[in-house]
């Protein structure tokens, strides 16, 4: 079974641009969470989407944006970028449904620098 | 708010036993256990949910106190492949948690050999 899958790996872009991170999950797996990741602040939670819908936010502002597709493929947003932004961004996907908790399985991340 | 981890690091000898704690002030739903290498995904290890039993993976196992909302991580006969970051996940009880987990700061283990 492929692993999930994010694309770009690395990304350089400068203040004020806008970057698209894409996601592909776990075949059968309709959730998928974004976290950033910094060295300072450790892993950050984004948002979370289920059948294309956002179930969840974290306490990012709104340049942080994202969608999930019918095929359960995500992308991510970023507008305005900031030297703050740096930063790994990881996804993971996990069947999402309850009452059992599912682990998340994340993606080798796409590591986005900010000149 | 953040699970507190502990220790911070610790430094083991190949075959030496660790245990690394989190405790959350927060009602938990469920615990998630990850391994991080440098430059690479965190690697999910287990999953314990509230009312669940220990569970174990290999020679690392873990157990989750509802009581005191902390978990513990178990790491025996350790090997030189269980170097790297670990941190835990927790998702809040209630219900409105979806997959959101809040990690943890981590713990740097290294086994030396």
């Known amino acids: 079974k492929a692993g999930v899958t994010q694309t770009p790996r690395y990304l350089i872009k400068t203040r004020g641009q806008q970057v698209t991170l894409s996601c592909s999950p776990i075949?059968?797996?309709?959730?998928v969470s974004w976290y950033q990741q910094t060295p300072g602040q450790g892993l950050q939670f984004l948002f979370e989407?289920?059948?294309?819908?956002?179930?969840n936010k974290g306490n990012f502002p709104g340049r942080f944006s994202g969608r999930q597709f019918s095929n359960s493929r995500s992308e991510m947003n970023v507008s305005t970028l900031e030297l703050g932004d740096s930063a790994l961004y990881l996804c993971?996907?996990?069947?999402?449904?309850?009452?059992?908790?599912?682990?998340?399985?994340f993606g080798d991340g796409t590591r986005l620098s900010i000149l | 708010q953040q699970p507190v981890q502990s220790p911070q690091a610790v430094i083991l000898r190949e075959g030496e036993d660790a245990v690394i704690n989190c405790s959350s002030s927060?009602?938990?739903?469920?615990v998630h256990w990850y391994r991080q290498k440098h430059g690479e995904a965190p690697v999910f290890l287990m999953i314990?949910?509230?009312?669940?039993e220990q569970k174990g993976h290999e020679k690392i196992s873990a157990s989750f106190n509802e009581k005191k909302q902390q978990s513990s991580l178990y790491l025996t006969a350790s090997q030189l492949s269980y170097s790297g970051t670990y941190f835990c996940?927790?998702?809040?009880?209630?219900?409105?948690?979806?997959?959101?987990?809040?990690f943890g700061q981590g713990t740097i283990l290294t086994v030396h050999p």
């Open positions: 927060k009602a938990l739903y469920s």
């Open positions: 989407y289920f059948s294309e819908t956002q179930r």
């Open positions: 075949s059968g797996h309709r959730s």
């Open positions: 993971a996907s996990s069947a999402g449904t309850r009452p059992e908790a599912q682990p998340q399985h």
């Open positions: 314990l949910l509230k009312g669940g």
């Open positions: 996940g927790t998702e809040i009880a209630g219900g409105t948690s979806y997959g959101k987990l809040t």
